[in-house]
């Protein structure tokens, strides 16, 4: 039987909310309506014990004390008060900040945000495989830098960064290093003292949890994070992150973190299964193909090809039956050539005829078999010449 289309191929703009995840969240939603930080009554105090158990859970994925672990509405709102926080508080006397080329939008957003208002923004160049370059870095870094932020694994090409590496040169220079763990966090295995994270973003909705819910990582000690919290008002959330937190939101991301953690391996054996039964076929069929990204140091759940002289638009319509991304990937709002695939090394023509197809928890053999014949069909009607450039190995 024919999966039922378009496939969901699109994991990292977003992924479904695991059924259990939306169980878990309903009674927070009608009977347990309390405010969380209501202190003087039960409907308060049930809503609190919630919540915190939720921090926990959070905090339990990444080797955190539930006590540095702060919620928000999600990777984007962690990844403008790390940004922004920090420069705010240190920028008189370190005014320097090092950010990666390829890193989310609203992460080089804020950067350029505080270099409008003074802060030094060294902007690193990525190697053609998509990940830093440790020994640029280390140059970068100078006494007046304060912050480094580099994402655990890109959202356009999969990759992952060296992420204990990069803590490990930030600790050395008493540079914090802030890490963008959006499409990391549950996926990958993440440990903010064994990799020197000062700074963290989560957001719940990458990882089959519920959209509107996040988290940020603050290190308290050795060394504590200094910064000012961007949004002001009741002081909730120890003062981080002013606003009535929705007990239902982050139980969801709570229990999306613990499912996260039992499933982590049996989830990257599946994804990493069906990657190579998507990629070998039409590799064979078509040896041109570029995988963008390095091909070892990778989250397999992202797979991004390059159809160099294919017309992306062309193509992108030939798949209508996959929901997949053309490579401005989380940009929607932007359209052109991605930057992430032109900071790599591809023409924009080349970026433009790109395509990210996500594969995930929920994904399933028959709906990927579809996928890679639905790809090759679609690529032998446009008459994509297949060349001898050789097929990646597995
Ligand atoms: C790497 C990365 N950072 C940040 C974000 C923003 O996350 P959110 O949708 O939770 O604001 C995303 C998602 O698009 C992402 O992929």
Redesign the pocket.
């Known amino acids: 039987m024919a999966p039922k289309t378009p496939i969901y191929m699109d994991y990292?703009?977003t992924t479904p909310l695991d059924p259990k995840v939306f169980t878990a969240m309903q009674r927070w939603f009608v009977e347990g309506f309390g405010n969380p930080h209501s202190s003087t009554h039960r409907y308060g105090w049930e809503a609190e014990a919630a919540v915190e158990e939720a921090r926990k859970s959070v905090a339990g994925l990444i080797n955190a004390d539930a006590k540095s672990v702060f919620f928000t509405?999600?990777?984007?709102?962690s990844?403008n008060l790390a940004i922004k926080g920090v420069m705010e508080a240190l920028s008189a006397q370190k005014p320097h900040l090092i950010i990666p080329v390829t890193e989310?939008k609203?992460?080089v957003e804020s950067a350029q945000a505080v270099a409008r208002h003074g802060a030094r923004v060294t902007w690193l160049p990525m190697k053609p495989d998509g990940l830093i370059d440790l020994d640029l870095l280390a140059q970068a870094l100078s006494d007046d830098t304060a912050l480094v932020s580099v994402?655990a694994?890109?959202?356009e090409i999969g990759v992952i960064q060296p992420v204990a590496e990069i803590g490990a040169l930030c600790r050395k220079a008493g540079v914090y290093f802030h890490c963008?763990a959006?499409?990391a966090f549950g996926k990958i295995p993440l440990d903010v003292d064994g990799m020197n994270i000062d700074l963290m973003?989560i957001?719940?909705?990458?990882i089959y949890g519920p959209?509107g819910i996040?988290a940020i990582y603050l290190r308290r000690a050795r060394p504590r994070v200094r910064y000012v919290p961007q949004m002001a008002g009741g002081g909730q959330e120890g003062g981080v992150r002013s606003g009535t937190l929705s007990p239902a939101l982050c139980v969801g991301l709570g229990q999306a973190a613990s499912i996260a953690k039992t499933r982590m391996q049996s989830d990257q054996a599946h994804i990493n299964d069906l990657a190579k039964r998507f990629l070998h076929p039409i590799e064979q069929a078509f040896p041109q193909v570029i995988l963008n990204g390095d091909r070892h140091a990778r989250f397999w759940g992202n797979i991004n090809l390059s159809f160099p002289g294919v017309d992306g638009d062309l193509l992108l319509s030939s798949l209508r039956d996959l929901a997949v991304s053309s490579g401005a990937a989380?940009a929607s709002a932007t359209s052109g050539p991605s930057y992430v695939l032109e900071a790599i090394g591809r023409s924009r023509k080349d970026a433009l005829s790109s395509i990210r197809f996500g594969i995930g928890r929920f994904t399933t053999p028959e709906e990927i078999d579809f996928a890679a014949r639905t790809v090759i069909t679609a690529l032998t009607e446009l008459g994509w010449d297949k060349k001898e450039h050789g097929v990646g190995a597995w």
Do not use: F, L, Y
Request: contains cysteine.
């Open positions: 990292q703009a509405s999600g990777a984007t709102e990844n989310h609203c992460v994402m694994v890109n959202n963008d959006a499409q973003s957001s719940g909705h990458k959209k996040g989380c």
